[in-house]
Structures are given as C-alpha cells and as structure tokens.
C-alpha cells in the first residue's frame, strides 16, 4: 500500500468533543490537513448522512463512524481518544475511542475490510486496552497499523 491507511498525524489523542458530530468534524478536520479529503463539509456531510442511517457505537466505548466519499482521495483512518466520553449511540455508554474511516468512492470494498478487521480487533479489551493506554499519537498508530492493518 502505497499510503498508509493511518499516521500519527492523523491521531488525537486528548479530543475535547460536544458531540459525535463535534469528534468526527475534528478528526475530519485531521484527513483534511493530511490532504486525505479534499472537502471537509462535503465529508462531513457524507458521514452524517451514513451515521442517521444507523448509530455507529459499538459496546466497549467506541464510535465507528464511516462513509465512502468522493471527497476522500485514499483510504484513511482517524483515531480520536475522548477521556471524557462522547455519545455515538452505543447500548453501553459513551465513547472514549473514535474511529473515522474514511474510504474513496471509488474503493469498492476497501472500507468494509478496514472495518471488519477494526471491528473483530475491537472486541478484545486488551486491544481497546492498549490504545487508550497508548502514551501518544505515533503509539496508537503503530498499535493500529499492527493490528488492523493486512500486511
């Protein structure tokens, strides 16, 4: 792959969010700067219209919010740690870690791999364990790429 799917640019490790909608701007805000989005109302527009077809929370305290755009130029993924906790729908509770994948267009399938293999990674404690105990945003990263990441 000759982009990665995730850097450490592309990691928030302290977010401050209101809301979902407030995560996922700021970590859209994060692909933007990476030049991975080329709109980020467009995206967000996309992703919003993706997260009123059904919440994205998953048990555990995570947000997955996705969505293919054609405002997304390769396949990406932004991590946000949110100590304090932001509501994405989940039967248990806030989310303190937020996934946004974001995928191209054109990507066929891309995204749903990168999400399937995110959600069977998701399940094990000692997975969301070791992100949010990572120290920083190369960590996470790394922990993620490791992972999630086929090789």
Known sequence: MSTPLITPDLVAVDLVATDRDDATRQLIDL?????????????????RAREAQM?????GGIGLPHARSSHV?????????????????????????????????AGDGDHLKILAALARRLVHESFRTSLKDAPDAATVAEIVTREVVPS
Do not use: E
């Open 31 to 47: 692909l933007y700067a990476a030049g991975r989005v080329t709109d980020a109302d467009g995206f967000h527009a996309d992703v």
């Open 73 to 105: 130029t390769v396949p990406s993924l932004a991590v946000g740690k949110v100590p304090a906790g932001v509501d994405f729908g989940a039967p248990d509770g806030p989310a303190t870690l937020v996934f946004l994948i974001a995928a191209p267009d």
């Open 55 to 59: 919440a994205t929370g998953m048990p």
